[in-house]
Structures are given as C-alpha cells and as structure tokens.
C-alpha cells in the first residue's frame, strides 16, 4: 500500500470535517439518516468524514447534492480552509 504524504492526509481530514461540518450544523441530521436518505454507504461516508479515506469524484459530488450545495461551493470552501497552499482551480 501506498503511504500517503503529509498534504495529501490534510486535504482528506479537511474535507471530512467539512462535509461533518455541513452535515450536523445545516442539515441537522444524524450520519445514517443522511446517508440512508442520499443513497450513501454509511461506513463509506463515516470513513470520508473521518478524512480516512480518498473520495471519489463521483461520490464527492452525491454528497455535494446531499448537502444541497454545489460541489464548486464545497471545493471553494475547502479551498479557503485550506489556505493558499491548495489551489484547485484559477478565477
């Protein structure tokens, strides 16, 4: 298995915790009602919000849906949490 670097594993527990973040303080709902509800995998999306996990584009964008945000507004928050040093995309 491959190790993963330093940024790598603070990009993963950033997002996880964002998407926690989200979760609990704007849907207000428990990680097996959100999941269950969006057609998640529940340990699936327990191991994303704990950052253990790389999340698939594919899955990024169902729980971008879940959340009702668009997945460009998650990434641009993700983005000013994470500071300068992780730049996705140039405006």
């Known amino acids: 298995m491959q190790q993963k670097d330093e940024k790598t ?4 527990q950033t997002l996880g915790a964002k ?3 989200l979760r609990q303080n704007e849907l207000k709902c428990s990680i097996n009602q959100f999941a269950h509800e ?3 995998d529940v340990g699936n999306t327990s191991r994303v ?4 996990i ?3 584009f594919v ?3 169902k729980i971008s849906e879940a959340l009702h945000i668009k997945l460009s507004s998650l990434i641009a ?15």
Request: charged content about 35%; proline content about 0%; cysteine-free.
């Open 38 to 40: 969006y057609d998640l």
């Open 49 to 52: 919000e704990k950052g253990s």
């Open 19 to 21: 998407i926690k973040d």
């Open 77 to 91: 928050q993700l983005e000013e949490e994470l500071g300068s040093d992780f730049q996705f995309y140039d405006i």
């Open 9 to 12: 594993v603070k990009l993963a």
């Open 59 to 61: 899955t990024l964008w």
């Open 54 to 56: 790389d999340v698939k």
